[in-house]
RNA sequence: GGGUGUAUAGCUCAGUUGGUUAGAGCGUUGCCUUGACAUGGCAGAGGUCACAAGUUCGAAUCUUGUUACACCCA
């Protein structure tokens, strides 16, 4: 006998384990042709379980357990990767307690320790996703500095360079002071800052007294101006095109040059042109041919490029003493309040500054271009399709990728350089020194570029490297090219994008998936993001605790109505906790009365009406679960799919089916009660396998718990596959034809307070012989769930009842003295009237010729059903009343 | 500044190609400890679908504009 309540804590972990165990995640389980892959977006091996991460995974499970229970040979790939910059922070933040920095260690036992690191702590996440029920194989889990996966960056890079897609450039980057590494656009946040704009005073050359003012919100770069620019169409400067100013402090002599980006409306017209130190300015260097003076250090303070009072000055300190020797010069022209953009490190938090270095680009324009193609010809589909533009924005206008990183941890760049600074990009040490000797006639020392890649760059391949290329595996031609990628829209530049640009230029053309199914953000309960700074992150794994995973798990896919956020709703969650139990009830009182085995029955064979109604509702509730899922029409409508089941179980099936069948369960028509056992045990065996992608906790300790011999575990038996025609139409009409009558007396009784334990006769008079056959057919349900004592037809009415119409018969429930008439009459007059306007409604509709005209027949001929329906419904409310009135 | 969304019951949200007397969950009100379940049952109240104009026989749904909010990019 089952528990009262269903205890997640005691099950899940146990059933896991032996999900686990029994190989049920694995991929090549069965030998389906039909393969359905996902790769995991690969978490930080740094990083924790967040909302994110639960979503994204609960509706990763979701499919991937539906397609499994479908029969096809399911792949859902995991691992992490190996997050560069985060995972480097932690250990050094590790080694600072013990007062070492990586440098006292050097690079190699620097990278010993991050292995170190990586096998006690790192990957925890792995465990927090076990405690979510996602079924990945983890038999096959990678990570992004494996060998294997090194060895496909290693290959991607020199194929790449040697295309020309890879090559080295010394452009502005964004450079991190914090962490002393270059970091890509994608990486650098923009923050509003209130701030200043300060105009300096720029004497002219060989004009004594005439100044040029110069805006600028960063005095600190003055140091490396090389020009000025001016708008070639400002009348107010056009003389000065051509002459120089001499740049105070320095006393450099620059040049004042005609450029557009000059905004003759914005601070004084004139700019200060740093071309080391800024993007638009470098652009503007180019074009007029400025010196590029780099004045920085890697620390962000000034280098000896300056005047020596300012070397090795911080640099907001350099901001701060320049404008106060500016003002000691009187050059200083005004300080304006100023509000503007100012780039940090997402990682760092600290003011990235645009700095003048050598680095490894990819050609990101020309990967872009058949990533692009790859959407536009449908090769692979966004849902929602809004993010299709997003993404074309994004690829239309992208930049040179910054793929290299000053970091130690991470893919080593397989370069090496010779003594004059050639280059030998080969996968190995033994290749570029073959190279090089080739190159050179003779040996000649080589030395390996320091820098590693960036982490996406790893994560680029991963929908390939996962499945064992380079190498021509069995596993790739199986399962790549992979299904759908379950993300969230903050990594379609990051990732999304990079993954189409490489699979689709390493795998002939092949994108690495169909579809990319974009969900949204989940945000705090007030719809604020959850963000640790303000304090209201929730932690997924406090819920799994307090409601267990099933809840949560459906609260997601519930809440995951496509191109909306998911607001956290704790409340909605322990709703869901509340369906596991009323499931769990359920399914106690099916083994209570014995609903337990069905071998050899054939649930579309059945004869009770009862029976061959929630048959084909479980027909429906399937189908509609299905639809939702699948990506057929526009698919992957998790909510639509939750909903389904979720009503079918509780309004349908609780609600109804089983108060339905209390009664042959009490009743001593063996045959009706085999039956009905025979019938409740299948339905719950089908709510159990269609629920289990949703909550695959609770159905699969049902599945093992109700004393039937089963051949599998639910997690890899069979999705239900029903005939065609196992809705019966008859008997669904007939059912709700009974329930409508049930929930009417019931209505009306509560409304005009009849208690509730009161037992009470129905009078059912002009109802056709059908309806008249249904409700002696019926009586029994009818009168218990109904509370009635007695039923009589086309009999005279007492004085004194209760009248409502159904389906144009009338039912009356007589009390005598019990009730209060007025109240009654009250009732049936508010009822007349909400009739009344319904009628008007129609009647102006069908009397307009254009409508009668203009409207496809079948429209036309429902809206006349329904006045005509509501006309004897009215005649015979009107009787009602009447019948009232003569009291 | 450019772009993309969103606006429906007290709250959170569904609403598929225009044919609805606009749905759900939570909350709320009344009744009910009825032998699966009070983490429950039954019943009810609650919405001029942000605003304005338009298209149409017909608009929550399509078009345009306005307002508010959110996000992305500069």
Not at 30 to 59: C, K, R, W, Y
Not at 771 to 778: F, N, S, V, Y
């Amino acid at each position: 006998m089952l528990d009262k309540t269903y205890r997640p804590q005691d099950a899940e972990g146990k059933l896991y384990s032996k999900w686990m165990e029994s190989g049920a995640f694995a991929c090549g389980r069965n030998d389906s042709e039909d393969a359905f892959t996902i790769v995991i977006p690969p978490p930080n091996v740094t990083g924790n379980l967040h909302m994110g991460h639960a979503l994204n995974n609960t509706l990763q499970d979701i499919l991937v357990r539906f397609e499994r229970m479908r029969g096809k040979d399911v792949l859902w790939q995991p691992g992490t990767d190996h997050a560069g910059i985060a995972t480097q922070m932690v250990v050094e933040r590790q080694l600072a307690e013990q007062g070492i920095t990586r440098h006292d260690l050097g690079r190699e036992k620097f990278i010993e320790k991050v292995w170190e690191w990586k096998e006690q702590s790192g990957g925890s996440i792995i465990g927090q996703l076990h405690r979510l029920g996602a079924s990945c194989d983890w038999s096959r889990e990678r990570f992004t500095m494996d060998e294997g996966l090194s060895r496909a960056v290693r290959k991607v890079f020199v194929q790449l360079y040697k295309e020309g897609l890879i090559y080295r450039d010394k452009r502005l980057v964004n450079w991190d002071p914090k962490f002393h590494t270059a970091i890509s656009d994608l990486e650098v946040e923009q923050k509003e800052v209130n701030s200043h704009m300060w105009h300096f005073n720029y004497p002219i050359e060989g004009e004594e007294g005439r100044f040029i003012t110069v805006a600028t919100t960063r005095p600190e770069t003055m140091l490396g101006d090389t020009g000025v620019a001016v708008h070639p169409e400002d009348e107010r400067y056009k003389d000065l095109i051509g002459k120089f100013v001499i740049l105070p402090i320095v006393g450099r002599r620059i040049p004042i040059v005609a450029d557009d980006y000059a905004d003759p409306e914005q601070g004084s017209g004139a700019v200060k042109i740093t071309p080391a130190h800024d993007f638009n300015d470098f652009e503007v260097g180019k074009r007029a041919g400025l010196e590029v003076i780099n004045i920085m250090d890697e620390n962000a303070c000034l280098n000896d490029q300056v005047p020596e009072k300012y070397r090795g000055m911080e640099r907001f300190q350099a901001r701060k003493e320049i404008v106060a020797e500016i003002e000691a010069l009187g050059l200083l022209n005004k300080i304006e309040d100023h509000v503007h953009m100012v780039p940090y490190g997402d990682r760092s938090g600290v003011v990235i500054e645009p700095f003048l270095t050598d680095q490894w680009f990819a050609d990101a324009a020309t990967l872009a271009q058949p990533a692009i193609r790859a959407v536009e010809t449908g090769q692979t589909k966004f849902v929602p399709a809004k993010w299709t533009n997003t993404y074309y924005d994004w690829m239309r206008n992208i930049q040179p990728w910054c793929i290299s990183r000053q970091l130690w941890w991470g893919h080593r760049i397989p370069a090496w350089f010779g003594p004059d600074g050639m280059i030998f990009v080969e996968e190995t040490e033994e290749e570029a020194i073959a190279a090089a000797k080739a190159h050179y006639g003779r040996d000649e020392e080589l030395s390996r570029d320091t820098d590693v890649l960036d982490t996406w760059f790893s994560s680029a391949l991963w929908p390939f490297s996962t499945l064992g290329w380079p190498d021509k595996t069995p596993e790739l031609s199986k399962y790549y090219q992979t299904d759908v990628l379950i993300t969230g829209f903050d990594i379609i530049f990051f990732w999304v994008a990079r993954m189409m640009m490489m699979g689709l230029h390493f795998m002939e053309g092949e994108a690495p998936f169909h579809t990319v199914y974009i969900h949204a953000l989940v945000r705090d309960e007030q719809g604020a993001k959850m963000s640790k700074s303000k304090g209201n992150v929730v932690d997924p794994l406090d819920l799994v605790d307090n409601y267990g995973a099933d809840a949560l798990r459906f609260f997601l896919s519930s809440s995951a109505a496509q191109g909306r956020d998911v607001r956290l709703s704790e409340q909605r969650v322990e709703g869901y906790r509340n369906f596991t139990t009323k499931l769990w009830n359920a399914a106690r009182f099916c083994e209570m009365n014995e609903c337990r085995e069905y071998e050899g029955f054939d649930p579309f064979a059945v004869k009770d009406v009862v029976n061959r109604w929630i048959v084909g509702e479980v027909a429906k509730c399937e189908a509609a679960v299905r639809e939702a899922l699948e990506g057929q029409r526009d698919g992957y409508r998790f909510n639509d799919a939750s909903s389904a089941i979720y009503s079918f179980t509780w309004n349908v099936f609780c609600d109804w089916y089983l108060e339905f069948a209390k009664l042959p369960f009490q009743g001593d028509d063996e045959a009706l009660k085999a039956e009905t056992r025979a019938t409740a045990a299948w339905v719950l065996d089908q709510i159990l396998k269609i629920l289990h992608p949703f909550m695959p906790f609770v159905t699969e300790e049902l599945w093992g718990s109700l004393g039937v011999a089963r051949e599998n575990d639910l997690i890899i038996s069979d999705w239900p596959v029903y005939p065609a025609g196992a809705v019966d139409a008859a008997a669904e009409e007939e059912l709700e034809w009974v329930q409508g009558l049930i929930t009417g007396i019931r209505g009306v009784r509560s409304e005009m307070n009849v208690p509730a334990g009161a037992k009470i006769p129905l009078i059912f008079n002009e109802g056709s012989d059908a309806h008249k056959a249904r409700l002696d057919r019926h009586w029994n349900i009818v009168s218990r769930l109904a509370r009635l004592e007695d039923k009589s037809m086309d009999a005279e009415l007492p004085k004194g009842s209760l009248q409502f119409v159904h389906d144009g018969a009338v039912v009356a429930l007589p009390l005598a003295g019990a009730m209060d008439l007025d109240a009654e009459k009250a009732r049936l007059e508010k009822e007349i009237g909400k009739l009344n306007g319904y009628i008007t409604g129609l009647n102006k509709k069908l009397g307009n010729e254009k409508f009668v005209s203009g409207a496809p027949d079948n429209v036309v001929a429902a809206e006349r059903e329904k006045l005509a329906e509501a006309e004897v419904k009215m005649a015979k409310l009107k009787d009602a009343a009447d019948r009232l009135g003569e009291l």
